[in-house]
């Protein structure tokens, strides 16, 4: 028998058997006892032994049992009976240290039945396996606190703040919910927040007044795409108030044709630019509110706060009385968050990254 079958310094290998799916390993552990664990006395004698099963790495496609013959003592001071220590075993269950390592990382990218199969343990083992390998790794990674940092949401079961390196694409923290309080709990206890300069950002209020409670250094930055979303909504907007005036197959053609009034102007192909003209043609103010769309992303064309607000205060007297209720949540947003919209055009930051997240 291959005595380094195991590769487990620590074991002397007794025995081994093989079927078709298990190798079962006899084995006992090299490492002499000295001293008693309650009283340090080394006057010690064996009381018995038993046999316990460890669970260990499989090997060639098979699962791997080892039956340790473990030593019970005696202390003849103070006379309490105790087990040998069994090397190389974790703390927590019956398997070897490397058999948890191994199944934490396989956790991540298999399922666990499919591990507890491979195995040979219960499908909840390998979830406190991974549950424990995962608290582990939280305690050994250090996330250093981004410059330009994101904070945004992502829906995770419900709405969940989550916090962003702007600059290395990178998840900070996922918070419990969005509230300011959990905000403000996350800024307060995050070091080095001194070192952040800018916040990308929605238009979520508990953000901004944790941003400014707690790191009123930083520039606070209304992330664009949440800004120009608004103007594609607009004209979703308008295409549903159609619907009243629509037979059944107009709506059912405007709906298969949507794509072309949320697409950029600049990306129609020929085709697009066909459909596009007929629905315009038939209902003008779809083809006003497609072009108050085209023109406000245009202002994001521009390279100051100054020329921003102009272009913006030019397009918002084109806004008809037709279409204006599709872009009143806009209009509204814009001018309640000026200042911070503003901003990006001192500092083009964007949150993207969480945007593919949730995507």
Not at 32 to 59: F, H, I, W
Not at 116 to 138: I, M, P
């Amino acid at each position: 028998m291959p005595t380094n079958i195991l590769n487990l310094p620590a074991y002397t290998v007794i025995a081994l058997e093989e079927n078709d799916h298990d190798y079962h390993i006899s084995a006992e552990s090299k490492l002499a006892v000295t001293n008693c664990p309650y009283c340090q006395s080394n006057s010690l004698y064996k009381y018995g032994n038993r046999e316990q099963m460890v669970r260990d790495l499989p090997m060639h496609g098979k699962r791997v049992g080892l039956y340790i013959n473990t030593r019970r003592y005696r202390c003849q001071d103070c006379f309490k009976t105790f087990y040998e220590a069994l090397p190389d075993i974790d703390d927590k269950r019956l398997m070897t240290k490397r058999l948890t390592a191994w199944m934490g990382k396989q956790a991540i990218k298999r399922t666990f039945a499919g591990i507890a199969e491979e195995v040979g343990c219960t499908e909840s083992t390998t979830r406190a396996v991974f549950s424990d390998y995962v608290n582990e790794l939280q305690h050994l990674i250090r996330v250093k606190t981004p410059e330009w940092m994101g904070i945004d949401e992502i829906h995770l079961i419900k709405p969940r703040g989550v916090i962003t390196n702007i600059q290395n694409n990178t998840v900070v923290e996922i918070l419990v919910n969005r509230n300011k309080e959990t905000m403000m709990n996350f800024l307060v206890n995050l070091k080095g927040k001194e070192s952040i300069k800018l916040v990308a950002t929605d238009m979520w209020q508990p953000y901004r007044d944790a941003c400014a409670a707690v790191i009123p250094q930083a520039k606070l930055v209304v992330d664009k795409f949440h800004v120009i979303k608004m103007a594609n909504e607009a004209v979703e907007k308008v295409r549903k108030g159609l619907r009243d005036r629509l037979t059944l197959k107009e709506k059912r053609g405007l709906m298969h044709d949507r794509y072309v009034l949320l697409k950029r102007e600049h990306d129609l192909t020929d085709k697009d630019s066909l459909l596009l003209s007929g629905w315009i043609k038939n209902y003008a103010e779809l083809g006003v509110a497609y072009r108050l769309k085209e023109d406000f992303y245009k202002i994001y064309d521009c390279t100051s706060p100054h020329e921003a607000q102009g272009m913006y205060l030019e397009w918002k007297s084109r806004i008809t009385p037709e279409v204006e209720f599709a872009f009143h949540d806009l209009v509204r947003a814009w001018d309640n968050w000026k200042l911070w919209i503003l901003e990006y055009f001192n500092h083009p930051v964007t949150n993207a990254y969480t945007e593919s997240l949730n995507n």
